[in-house]
């Protein structure tokens, strides 16, 4: 075996994850060739330092998840059905009914005037003989009397 696949070898041979023939082929090299024996025994303290580092929770996570599951869910609020597109036909719907409100109070008083101008026009045909001047109360009380 030669140095380049003896170290692309090395750190599966130091987990002891390569097949039995390329674990006794790796071992034999390192026998013979003290620049990759070299490599393993760095390769072999670095592990061994990193497995004395203690592993290393993020801060506050699982305080901060458990938090959040025994938090109370929240109560919705009170018109969350009112979007705004609820709120725009309510809007529309109320113009209508005013609108229509407002129509039938001004036909029915359009009808008023109506039957009073035509009224005072009955009265003014009825009056058409009266001299200018002549007041009408006047004549209509003379009548009433
Ligand atoms: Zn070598």
New binding site residues.
Partial sequence: M??KA??KLMSRYLDDELPPGAMSAVQE?LVG?D??RGEHDAQLVLWGLLERVPPVEPPDLFASIERRLEAPTREPAPFAWLNLRSAALAVAAAALIGLSIWMGIWAGETRHHTAVAAHDGELSELFSDVPPGFEVVALLERIGE
């Fill in positions: 030669r140095c003896a170290r090299h060739c620049e990759c």
